[in-house]
């Protein structure tokens, strides 16, 4: 892609408007653009992110098990006076008429809608057990939108919901959902802790919030120290086998937001050394709840014994959009972000630095095919700007790599390669860049 011809409004100064780094970064990288509070355009560079973020979050969910359909943003009322939440949900919910006067609303989360989907699709255990997912956009008319995509009105969410025949088969599955956020979060370079927590208006009797330690955070958290060094599952996770010693081994060290925090246990369990006591980013939920949502809804199966029953469910969120948030705030440094490979926009920005330049040009269009061919994404800096701005630009956007090209190396044979993340740099002809980008 070349630059000279791309949607990428950079910022110099840093926006009053912006408190924390990764929204200030956001902003200055030219990756969203705020249209109304808390509602922002996704511009190309951003979209790109957002897009390999959605990607790591298919791929561990299509691997758990999980099965994507898309649902509507719009929702009837209707559905949820079924479930007694249209008047309890309150004024986070956006409520809208259309032209026949029939009430409708952009949904904030979706556990009517695929409880009607489900009981109207699948009747039997034979099915069983089934989990359904969306990535699609969520609309909650927060009293504070703020930092940015942290805590948009419209935002993009990963919900996922399980329905099992009973109990013991929905904490398996709640059990895989965990053991897939685990694994997700990890591969975008994050480190979520899995914390016990409250069950808020969606109830149940189960429920992890995945918090990613952030001193920006909202919510305050105590955990064990030993949480921050668990390995991670490996994609070789067994999902059809028993995964209870790998989820006890995650929530045997005391880990809990504030709102369930026990003081008195954490003084009790956890050693003074080994407390952290942190501010965290919520990207994820899990809920199991039963029935909570089947029994208003008679979203029931048929059982091997021929009798029906209301099916167990769980829900499952991600807040896609607010990860961009969460990762900028993991890594950045002050000259701008730092992607992690698994989502950066592109892999390469190539910079010219002599654009008109036969041979520069020449070398820059040689190694932008090379790269392509190698299936490396390459920006291509082409604009006839100065050096300092170029590279000020570059950093700022934080692509993993920098393959820069101008006419003094280009005398001794050489390019150079800079690592964005460690600044080191390396002069390096063509061919041997191609090798160390392979
Ligand atoms: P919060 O406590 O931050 O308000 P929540 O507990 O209300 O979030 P959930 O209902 O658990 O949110 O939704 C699933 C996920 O969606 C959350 O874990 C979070 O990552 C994301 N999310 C929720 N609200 C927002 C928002 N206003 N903007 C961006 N992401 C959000
Ligand atoms: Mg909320
Ligand atoms: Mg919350
Ligand atoms: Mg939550």
Redesign the pocket.
Known sequence: MRLSQYLLPTLKENPAEAQIASHRLMLRAGLIRQEAA?IYAWLPLGLRVLRNVERVVREEMDRAGAVELLMPTLQLAELWRESGRYDAYGPEMLRIRDRHERELLYGP?NEEMVAEIFRACVHSWRNLPMTLYQVQWKF?D?QR?RFG?????E?L?K?AYSFDLDEAAARRSYQRMFVAYLRMFARMGLRAIPMRAET?P?GGDLSH?FIVLAQTG??AVYCDKALLQLPVPGEDVDYAGDLSPLIAQWIAPYAATGDVHDAARFEREVPDAQRVLARGI????IFYYGTKYSLPMKAHVTGPDGAERPIHGGCY???V??LLGAIIEASHDEHGIVWPEAVAPYRVGLVNLKVGDARTDAICAMLKDQLAQAGTEVLYDDTDERPGAKFARMDLIGLPWQLIVGPRGLETGTVELKHRASSERRELTAEAVLQALA
């Not at 919520?282 to 939920?285: A, F, H, I, L, R």
């Open positions: 808390g989360t909650r927060e939108p995509v942290m805590r948009g009105r935002f969410m919900d808020g969606i919030e909202e919510s919520e990207v994820g939920q969120g991600v807040g959009s607010r």
